[in-house]
């Protein structure tokens, strides 16, 4: 069973940053593409970005408009998030989430995924509070 943990998450002022950490376990695949999702208040969960942990390959949703950046450390087998410049409608809860194929995970972030596949894992998510 595929684990996931997020950390990192907290509270900061508009325009500061954070970095998200997601860590993974359990995985019975040589790979496990990473993506990260967020939830505001009041709202349906939407895809920010994923990362195809075998070669680097990064897809983005409009909705990281060049502020977020995802990236891998191979020897931490972790995956971040990098957020820049935020916003308050930037908090809400973040969550990671995992899969051994790539194709699946990328739908799930751009929000085409119309079959109902469910990825192999997700995380509890981390709060990510932005003050005005």
């Known amino acids: 069973e595929v684990q996931l943990v997020e950390s990192g998450g907290g509270l900061v002022q508009a325009g500061g940053s954070l970095r998200l950490s997601c860590t993974a376990s359990?995985?019975?695949?040589?790979?496990?593409?990473i993506g990260w999702f967020r939830q505001a208040p009041g709202k349906e969960r939407e895809g920010l970005s994923c990362?195809?942990?075998?070669?680097?390959?990064?897809v983005n949703a409009d909705a990281v408009k060049g502020r977020f950046t995802i990236s891998r450390d191979k020897v931490e087998d972790t995956v971040y998030l990098q957020m820049d410049n935020l916003q308050p409608e930037d908090t809400g809860v973040y969550y990671c989430?995992?899969?051994?194929?790539?194709?699946?995970?990328?739908?799930?972030?751009?929000?085409?995924?119309?079959?109902?596949?469910?990825?192999?894992?997700w995380g509890q998510g981390t709060q990510v509070t932005v003050s005005s």
């Open positions: 989430a995992a899969d051994g194929a790539w194709a699946p995970l990328v739908h799930e972030v751009l929000g085409e995924n119309h079959s109902g596949y469910k990825l192999d894992g």
């Open positions: 359990g995985s019975p695949y040589d790979y496990l593409h």
């Open positions: 990362i195809n942990v075998e070669d680097g390959r990064v």
